[in-house]
């Protein structure tokens, strides 16, 4: 090999490299922030609402939105982010068409529906959480399927200035996180789950299992939680909760968990799946195996999947409430702190459309946390199937 | 040609020790003993139940395994078989959420969707020039991003299908003391039972191990390989349709990520079943039992209380490793063996034989 | 330059690519062009292309390893529950769990040289079998909280704005190309993966460098796995799950050939960057995850189709003589 082509062999690599940090590189010190880290020179973006969303739970000083609800209306368009667990679970257009709606109420552009494909994968999120703080949204809509790990993500998102709302599933320890808009009392929950199995169990109560979604899921680890404090008191001492198996909320494993559950489990009578994928899968299973008579199927489920088990008698009853009005709950709150309308505080109070007057209190459900309480369960039988 | 010396090596006394034969019989006496151990370590194992669990269960493996099979024989892979499944299962349910046809109309209907989906990939390997392992990877990812698109995030809900779609699984064909024969079960065994048939007694079916054997060495005699490996390849999609009708039956619910990953199950269960990835040797039978040895394991492992359903995959690796040792040895013992019986047979005839014989002999045997 | 283009005609054609992914990127978001994203291009993807570069190795010997993601898991779940159990230190945790990869890597690395069993179908097992373990000894649990420092190190900046798993790509890239195309050992590789059995007659030991690469990939799978818990906080036993497609996919890409003997450095590094950028760049004008790989699917096939289709138009050649030679291995000539 000639001196020439050596050089140039190793000049390749090296020039292309260049290429491409001279491309990449444009603008440099702009809105840069390297995921997870807090040095940023972005801060001076939107300095208000920087200071605004750092976490509040231990202020118990109340703002000067104390008191009078602020009507939350138009103030131009806001650039947003909805981040959903995954984008193929029914039950997350359905928020999203919520949010659409709020959106149009008040004059803004629909926020970016964009999440992971698949519902399994913990750590999908991440990096649609990295790539919005990159795009300078101005709000962030997020239903965390990854525990702690969206921690330093949504820190990141904070520090630069950008609210992170949560709802349905909210940041366990709060970190990065505004506010929390959650579609029931989280505690609530596992009151009406604990509720739901004595009726469909009876009397002499008997064993049931749960089949929960993600390990990582933060609002089905809270309603577990919930349900099994419910349980502990002495109405509910009948009740045997044998095992608590996970789906990941995708519907092949969610099947092979119910099965496993049953096969493991001969004197089981009722599987309780706080998830909508892990409803029908589960009756699904039932039904496959023909075991409808002896295990019935409940938890939170979407009325239009469940309808033929709702039929078939393997589903006597469950819950749910409304994930649109979730979303267009969430995009008020997200508006009225982007616009700096509301201040994400305890004791702040505003009007949301349609859906009336919230207050923004602390979280009993969190160590640490923000929470708007959307509202009540709606419960679904053969008398009323929802549909 | 290829058939007198395999013939008179056959009349030689080794007919029924073929490799193929001694493998297949060893999986299903593998299969009847780890049933007879579950049936210890579990209570109730024997039980009409559980028969009829695994039989459903094991029908899209089946009919998988046998996609790879067909592909594999050839010296080639498909590795988009998981997202053909999803592709067929969605397209088939919603056309059954839009039309209410009956169980024909959607099997034909799946497996022209995955026989089509097959053909793309028969193109670009056997026309393309495109090595099959590539081809596949670029279509497992292209056929689930149109799947995407199509669906616009929505999910086919089993209320919307028509109401025999989720009772077909149980549909029964007959039952002995509890053990239910169920039509699904009964066509996956039948598809084999076709293809294994075919496989042996037809010329396309030897010239597909030929070409699996000793590829240019088959086009120097003259086979039409690329047409060869072109069906192939839409056979595999057609049975990858086919499975895709099955997944939907068992799913009720379908979203545009069914049937990721079934790809990886499909070739270890061929593996298993005594296919070599080499291609050139292995049959449908053996792709048969392999997927019924891998599925049975998994479904029995969940209810042995001591093992928790953690050690399920852990216990499938060193399966399928095992399966490939032990098929590797038998192989190397029994080539031995059938060289020097086709040697024998060879010195007994012309040189064209001799010529012949080199050509076929050079790496499995094609036979079943 | 015409000369390397017409010797490196892949690598050229990849630079063309690249810089039309670029140029697109630029066209549909105009967040692209900041450093802070050039950065996260690379971090958000950081232990796949890490493994990226061991596989270059393993693919040019004529060999294939699908147990990297599972390994990748593997050693994380095995450092999380030594950490968990409060076993041992945990900087001595993540030194056994780099060592676990290795033995993973060993082991699939003897049974395929002592038994002379296909590397395709060993480490298919390898996949499923360490995955399997992993879950094992996680279960379906997430294990995190680790040491602040540890986390430290997986998230922030280390070498001005690099996070110390870019670092460590760099350097690793740098050393890997050394290794590929200037040393012996790298020669013995492509020469392996062009014919064993021409390699064995040269006196070369095939089955040590084998085994040697097989470990490295093991180890390399390990480091990453550790990697992947820094950065993202959190262990569970589908760490990396899919991630094998992904990372032979960017090898492929790179002009690597699936039947072992040649390849480059540059192009797989081509690849990735082009990978990356299109994951990227269309992730930030909010394009769905499938539809990216989609994208990358098609690049991969026509790749390889469309200098098939152009030199078979330029010589007006018939088919091509063995199109069944999608071969998974090679066979004999």
């Not at chain 1, 257009?93 to 494909?117: H, I, K, T």
């Not at chain 2, 050139?280 to 891998?294: H, K, R």
Request: charged fraction near 15%; glycine fraction near 12%.
């Amino acid at each position: 090999m000639t001196a020439i082509t050596r050089r140039s062999r190793v000049l390749g690599p090296l020039v292309v490299v260049a290429l491409v940090v001279a491309a990449c590189g444009g603008d440099t010190g702009e809105t840069t922030t390297t995921a997870g880290e807090a040095t940023t020179t972005a801060a001076e973006a939107t300095t208000t609402a920087a200071e605004t969303t750092t976490s509040a739970a231990a202020e118990t000083t109340t703002s000067a939105a104390g008191g009078e609800a602020v009507e939350i209306t138009g103030d131009g368009a806001i650039t947003a982010t909805f981040l959903p667990k995954c984008t193929n679970i029914a039950v997350f257009p359905q928020a999203n068409s919520g949010a659409e709606e709020a959106a149009a109420e008040l004059g803004s552009d629909p926020a970016e529906f964009v999440g992971p494909a698949d519902c399994g994968d913990s750590t999908g999120q991440i990096e649609f959480m990295t790539n919005a703080v990159t795009q300078g949204v101005q709000a962030i809509m997020l239903s965390n399927n990854s525990g702690d790990q969206l921690d330093a993500p949504a820190q990141a998102a904070a520090d630069a200035g950008i609210p992170v709302v949560t709802w349905d599933s909210p940041i366990p320890s709060a970190t990065g996180e505004s506010v929390f808009v959650a579609q029931v009392d989280f505690d609530e929950t596992g009151q009406v789950m604990a509720e739901m199995a004595r009726t469909i169990l009876g009397d002499d109560g008997g064993e049931f299992a749960i089949l929960s979604a993600t390990p990582d899921a933060a609002n089905q680890n809270a309603w577990i939680a919930a349900m099994e404090e419910v349980l502990a008191t002495p109405e509910f001492e009948n009740l045997v909760l044998v095992e608590t198996v996970y789906g990941n909320d995708v519907a092949e494993d969610s099947v092979t968990a119910a099965l496993g559950l049953v096969d493991s489990h001969p004197g089981l009578e009722l599987i309780m799946a706080p998830t909508t994928v892990g409803i029908v899968a589960a009756a699904q299973a039932m039904e496959q195996e023909g075991l409808c008579e002896t295990i019935k199927v409940s938890g939170l489920g979407l009325p239009e999947e469940m309808a033929p088990y709702v039929e078939s008698g393997c589903a006597p009853e469950f819950a749910l409430w409304s994930f649109v009005d979730l979303g267009y709950l969430a995009y008020y709150v997200a508006y009225g702190i982007a616009t700096e309308q509301i201040v994400a505080e305890e004791g702040a109070a505003f009007v949301a459309g349609r859906m009336g007057e919230y207050e923004i209190t602390a979280d009993p459900t969190r160590e640490a946390g923000l929470r708007v309480l959307m509202g009540p369960f709606s419960k679904y039988n053969a008398e009323n199937p929802g549909t | 040609m290829t058939e007198t010396i395999a013939e008179k090596a056959a009349q030689s006394g080794t007919r029924f020790l073929r490799p193929e034969r001694v493998k297949e019989a060893t999986l299903l006496g593998i299969i009847a003993l780890s049933v007879v151990v579950f049936a210890f370590l579990i209570e109730g194992y024997l039980s009409g139940r559980f028969f009829n669990r695994v039989t459903t269960s094991v029908v899209i493996v089946t009919l998988l395994a046998a996609a790879q099979a067909l592909v594999i024989f050839s010296r080639n892979i498909d590795l988009s078989v998981g997202s053909i499944v999803g592709v067929a299962a969605y397209l088939t349910g919603d056309f059954l959420a839009a039309t209410g046809q009956g169980p024909i109309v959607a099997m034909l209907v799946a497996t022209v969707v995955g026989a089509i989906l097959g053909s793309v990939n028969g193109l670009l390997v056997a026309y393309g020039g495109v090595p099959a392992i590539i081809v596949t990877l670029g279509t497992l990812a292209l056929f689930r991003t149109l799947l995407s698109i199509y669906s616009e995030g929505a999910n086919v809900l089993a209320g919307d299908l028509p109401p025999w779609v989720l009772d077909f699984n149980n549909v029964t064909l007959f039952t002995i003391a509890g053990f239910e024969v169920r039509l699904v079960f009964v066509i996956a065994v039948l598809v084999v039972l076709l293809l294994q048939f075919a496989l042996a007694r037809l010329r396309w079916g030897r010239r597909i191990y030929a070409i699996g054997s000793n590829p240019s060495a088959a086009v120097q005699a003259g086979l039409p390989a690329a047409s060869l490996v072109f069906w192939s390849f839409v056979g595999s999609g057609a049975l990858a349709g086919l499975a895709g009708f099955m997944f939907m039956a068992r799913a009720g619910t379908i979203s545009a990520t069914a049937g990721a990953g079934l790809e990886l199950e499909s070739v270890a269960a061929a593996v298993v079943g005594g296919v070599s990835i080499l291609g050139g040797s292995g049959t449908m039978l053996g792709a048969f039992l392999g997927a019924v040895f891998i599925d049975t394991l998994k479904l029995s492992l969940v209810r042995v209380p001591e093992v928790s359903e953690f050690w399920r995959d852990a216990f499938l690796g060193i399966l399928i490793l095992a399966a490939v040792i032990l098929d590797t040895l038998l192989r190397n013992r029994f080539n031995r063996r059938w060289s020097a019986e086709a040697r024998k047979a060879m010195e007994s005839s012309g040189p064209t034989a001799v010529g012949m014989a080199r050509v076929a002999g050079g790496g499995g045997t094609a036979d079943a | 330059m015409r000369d390397w283009a017409t010797k490196h005609r892949w690598e050229a054609i990849l630079i063309v690519v690249l810089a039309a992914t670029i140029v697109v990127n630029v066209a549909l978001s105009p967040f692209y062009l900041g450093f802070g994203n050039f950065v996260n291009l690379f971090w958000l993807s950081i232990e796949k292309i890490i493994v990226v570069v061991v596989m270059t190795f393993v693919i040019i010997n004529g060999e294939i390893d699908l147990s990297v993601a599972s390994v990748m898991g593997f050693s994380a779940a095995v450092t999380a529950t030594l950490y968990n159990g409060d076993v041992v230190p945990f900087a001595v945790a993540i030194l056994i769990g780099i060592a676990a990869g290795a033995i993973a890597g060993l082991l699939q690395g003897l049974v395929i040289t002592r038994f002379g069993l296909p590397s395709l179908v060993v480490t298919l097992a390898g996949l499923i079998g360490f995955r399997g373990a992993a879950r094992v000894l996680l279960e379906d649990r997430s294990v995190g909280d680790f040491p602040e420092w540890f986390e430290r190190i997986g998230q922030q900046t280390l070498v001005g704005p690099f996070p110390i798993a870019l670092v460590l790509f760099f350097v690793g890239l740098v050393v890997a190309w050394v290794i590929l195309e200037r040393s012996a050992f790298g020669r013995k590789v492509y020469v392996i993966g062009n014919s064993a059995d021409v390699a064995r007659f040269s006196g070369i030991e095939v089955n040590s460098v084998k085994l040697r690469l097989f470990v490295a990939s093991g180890t390399v799978a390990g480091l990453a796995g550790i990697l992947f818990a820094a950065r993202v906080g959190a262990v569970q036993g589908t760490l990396g799950e899919t991630y094998e497609l992904d990372i032979i996919t960017m090898v492929l890409l790179g002009g690597v050939s699936i039947f072992g003997g040649s390849g480059s450095m540059l192009g797989v590094v081509l690849a990735l960057f082009t990978v990356l950028n299109i994951r990227n760049g269309l992730g930030l004008a909010n394009i769905d995850g499938i539809i990216q790989t989609g994208v990358i699917g098609l690049l991969l096939i026509g790749s390889v189709l469309v200098p098939n289709l152009a030199r078979r138009y330029r010589l007006r050649r018939p088919a091509p003589a063995s199109p069944a030679s999608g071969a998974i291995a090679p066979g004999p000539p």
